[in-house]
């Protein structure tokens, strides 16, 4: 069955850095596009990143870009989010997702919290 599991969330300063990690299993991860959600409590989920499955395209929320680089390892079916600069309003849940077969999957989820 598809899998998707983050880590790499905790808390950082304003200013800090984190990468996301997000394993993948279950499927040819190689031949699906991938993205990363993030929702704030109180907030919809909103869309950050997408990245193709070769990694050769990548676009980005208007919050974060500039910030944030989407990228992947198909030899490890894993997807990363490197997010530098961070500031409070990024505080979220971070989710990665794909689309396969008719529906989304969704990991569980891991938090970051950027406050001093």
């Known amino acids: 069955q598809v899998q998707l599991v983050e880590s790499g969330g905790g808390l950082v300063q304003p200013g800090g850095s984190l990468r996301l990690s997000c394993a993948a299993s279950g499927f040819t991860f190689s031949s699906y596009g991938m993205s990363w959600y993030r929702q704030a409590p109180g907030k919809e989920r909103e869309l950050v990143t997408s990245?193709?499955?070769?990694?050769?395209?990548?676009s980005y929320a208007d919050s974060v870009k500039g910030r944030f680089i989407a990228s992947r390892d198909n030899a490890k079916n894993t997807v990363y989010l490197q997010m530098n600069s961070l500031k409070p309003d990024d505080t979220a849940v971070y989710y990665c997702s794909t689309f396969l077969w008719f529906r989304t999957y969704w990991g569980q989820g891991t938090q970051v919290t950027v406050s001093s």
């Open positions: 990245i193709s499955n070769t990694g050769s395209s990548t």
